[in-house]
């Protein structure tokens, strides 16, 4: 029976190499069904009933459920044993939590300013309150995936996931309190409701505790059954990321194949395009700025653009569910960050090439 092991584990990792080499184009499949067949996404975006005998009747997001399943995939990825290092040289994961904090403060005003310059009536909120959310989430997990891609500074980039995801009980409901001046009244009350919700739990319970389960998994289990929880986990979590990101789709293109509003659509792109590509820019000055090594640079770089937007797309659904527009932002930075995360890899590894 021994022998049979080792030739699963190849098979598994092929199967997810498999998906990670192609899942870009996944992921615009995933729109394209969005747009083609809403229907089962839509039914999705609502809560649905759970019977459990007589007494418990449970409401489940779906939207919720997947979100925890990539984030415990997450955590289960991390080498937890390789932060020791950073305690060492803590420099470049003290100024990854810094920036990641400090850059909305500088990139959402400007944004805002520009907006409120438009002859839009409400002077740009919907897009700012997006961008609110996007930036008020911790680093995407999946930074880590570009950083082993780019040879960057894994135990950095773990160590920043980690850190930002563990303190975004704190981070996200005072992020998103502080900007509040930026909307006007009705986009004001909405936002302020949802951070009051994130207050409430869902940070902790949408974001830190799947993930907080996913290291203790890798802590406690032996690595032989690791390896093969891994080898059914993540690529069942790749699936459910495309799933979520469908469902997300559902929503926000939906509405607007249903309802075609052009200019809303291009203010969407541009502003996403705009907060993205400042946002990954910042990170990289700030690298120079700091003379950090080249590995350090790219992790820096990566965690400065690369932030959770399924989270904030569920958090839009679950708390702002009138405003299924605001989805349209966030699946445009969805997409962009990684396509500017794989221009960060292909310059780090172009002069090793």
Known sequence: MSPARPADRPSADGITAWLRRRLGRAVILSYAAAVLWPAPGLWLRHPHTLALGEVLHPRVHTASVLLS????????????RALAGLLRSPKALLAGLVLHLAIPFVVI?????????????????????????????PIAA????WTSKGDGDQPTMVGLVLVSTLLSPITIPFLISSLL?????SYSKSLAATAHATQDGFAFVGVVLPCAAGLLCRLLVPPPRVDRLLAVVVPTALGGSLVLTYVNASGALGSFVAHPRPLLFAAALATATTVCLTSFTLGRI???????????????????GMNNSSASAVLIATALPDKPHLLLPVLAYGLLQKTAANRVVRRRAAPAA
Do not use: K
């Open 69 to 80: 399943l990539v984030l415990f995939s997450a955590g289960l990825q991390v080498p937890v």
């Open 181 to 185: 001046p930026l909307l006007d009244s």
């Open 142 to 145: 999946g930074a880590t995936v």
């Open 109 to 137: 005003p400007a944004v805002a300013f520009l907006l409120h310059q438009t002859p839009d009536s409400d002077g740009g909120s919907g897009l700012i309150t997006a961008m609110i959310l996007i930036a008020a989430m």
């Open 286 to 304: 700030a690298a120079r700025i700091l003379r950090l090594n080249t590995s350090s640079a790219s992790s820096l770089t990566l965690a400065c």
